[in-house]
């Protein structure tokens, strides 16, 4: 069923406007069919049809049947398009991907604070794995991921610490893929020592030089492309003397995904190249998935929490907001050696970069994340996170009226 939707989208999109064109001469000739001389009937179909022809497909076509099978892009690699060969592939190795049931990083599954003294090797083990998962409720998606969920592992290391990263690829992928980690100080950020062909392994070794939160993300060319089927996560450094103790940490990721035919078209969706390249993404979501997060992430009044929050891109800037809460602190672009900001409503996580936020909780209720730019919302990019405990009605008196916002 996911097969027959995938092509049937194809199909209209490449040969759809010659079908359209087809059953218009057809039908006109059919109403014509009262004139006496046939040429003249075939010679008005043909003057309607270069009319149309000349006028419309000049001026763009409607983008529900239009797949690029080629654009001229000018980037240093491959452009965005995803070849015939890797549609067909699909077909058939569609029984060897995985099926994973919720493709969202659990925002708790965060490594615990680091409490050594001392520089050690940090050694980790990461899988690129092509994946079928959904999207939203009956919207099928091929995601590209580093071990299976979006987004990959949350890595930890100490500043000075050396990494020995193996990255190894799924026998069952159906393209190469490498790991760019940007606390890497070295060619690619190790992308060029880690180009793996599905069932390879490649191992990087390289010294955390400087504290702060750091993207990973695949950098196979087309990297955009491969970026945005999900193949991104963060590797904090933490600084020598480490983190203030917090009560909670959470992992939250901001993705964008391009997929043809609309929002909440079901069934697998293609990829759309042009969409990327225009910027314009149909899902914008926290943790690979529309409500993400969602039901995961919990506190009781009096508590801390530290969120960690990486945007994997590849074209939105996030406004990263909690509705209902000041951040206490936040660690611009998380850089974790400079004074962090005090009492920030808003703050922005560039596209391939990450920011800290620290918050205490004192109020009970639901607090919403968002991306600030609110028509994100539509597409996804949205949390809930519930806060229990003792009311506190010095600092918020009022009656909470179900379904008004939060
Ligand atoms: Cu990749």
């Known amino acids: 069923m996911q097969l027959l939707s995938y092509?049937?989208?194809y199909f209209v999109q490449v040969a759809g406007l010659a079908i359209a064109f087809i059953a218009a001469a057809v039908f006109i000739y059919l109403a014509l069919r009262?004139?006496?001389?046939?040429?003249?009937?075939?010679?008005?179909?043909?003057?309607?049809?270069?009319?149309?022809?000349?006028?419309?497909?000049?001026?763009?076509?409607?983008?529900?049947?239009?797949?690029?099978?080629?654009?001229?892009?000018?980037?240093?690699?491959?452009?965005?398009?995803?070849?015939?060969g890797s549609i067909f592939s699909i077909f058939t190795h569609f029984d060897d991907l995985e099926r994973v049931s919720d493709i969202a990083r659990d925002p708790n599954d965060v490594p615990p604070p680091i409490t050594r003294s001392e520089s050690a090797v940090v050694e980790v083990e990461l899988t690129a794995k092509e994946v079928i998962a959904e999207m939203a409720p009956g919207v099928f998606v091929n995601y590209w991921t580093f071990d299976g969920q979006i987004p990959g592992?949350?890595?930890?290391?100490?500043?000075?610490?050396?990494?020995?990263?193996?990255?190894?690829?799924?026998?069952?992928?159906?393209?190469?893929?490498?790991?760019?980690?940007?606390?890497?100080?070295?060619?690619?950020?190790?992308?060029?020592?880690?180009?793996v062909?599905?069932?390879?392994s490649r191992t990087v070794s390289f010294k955390a030089l400087h504290p702060g939160l750091y993207v990973y993300h695949c950098a196979t060319p087309n990297v955009a492309n491969h970026m945005t089927h999900g193949m991104y996560g963060l590797i904090l450094v933490e600084p020598e003397e480490g983190l203030p103790s917090v009560?909670?940490?959470?992992?939250?990721?901001q993705g964008e995904f391009y997929t043809e035919g609309g929002?909440?078209?079901?069934?697998?969706?293609?990829?759309d190249a042009q969409a990327m390249l225009d910027g314009i993404p149909t899902y914008v979501v926290f943790n690979g998935r529309v409500e993400g997060v969602n039901g995961k992430m919990g506190a009781v009044t009096g508590e801390t929490a530290r969120i960690y929050v990486g945007n994997g891109g590849v074209n939105l800037i996030?406004?990263?907001?909690?509705?209902?809460?000041v951040f206490d602190k936040v660690f611009p672009e998380a850089a974790l050696s400079s004074a962090p900001h005090e009492d920030v409503q808003t703050t922005i996580v560039p596209a391939g970069g990450a920011t800290i936020v620290e918050l205490d909780f004192q109020v009970p209720g639901n607090y919403m994340l968002v991306?600030?730019?609110?028509?994100?919302?539509?597409?996804g990019a949205w949390g809930m996170m519930t806060v229990t405990g003792e009311e506190n009605k010095e600092i918020y008196d009022g009656e909470i009226v179900p379904g008004h916002g939060h």
């Not at 062909?197 to 390879?200: C, S």
């Not at 009560?247 to 990721?253: F, R, S, T």
């Not at 996030?318 to 809460?325: A, K, L, P, V, Y």
């Open 247 to 253: 009560d909670h940490e959470y992992y939250v990721m």
């Open 263 to 271: 929002i909440g078209r079901k069934g697998l969706q293609l990829f």
């Open 7 to 9: 092509t049937w989208a």
């Open 197 to 200: 062909a599905p069932g390879e």
């Open 318 to 325: 996030s406004s990263f907001h909690m509705i209902g809460e």
């Open 371 to 379: 991306d600030h730019a609110l028509a994100r919302m539509e597409k």
């Open 34 to 84: 009262h004139l006496k001389w046939r040429w003249m009937r075939v010679m008005l179909v043909i003057i309607f049809l270069s009319i149309s022809v000349a006028f419309y497909v000049p001026n763009g076509l409607p983008r529900a049947i239009e797949y690029p099978l080629a654009l001229n892009t000018y980037g240093p690699a491959e452009g965005p398009v995803l070849p015939l």
């Open 153 to 195: 592992p949350m890595l930890r290391a100490r500043e000075g610490d050396t990494v020995k990263l193996t990255l190894h690829n799924d026998p069952t992928s159906l393209h190469h893929h490498n790991i760019d980690l940007h606390a890497v100080t070295g060619p690619g950020g190790g992308a060029v020592s880690t180009m």
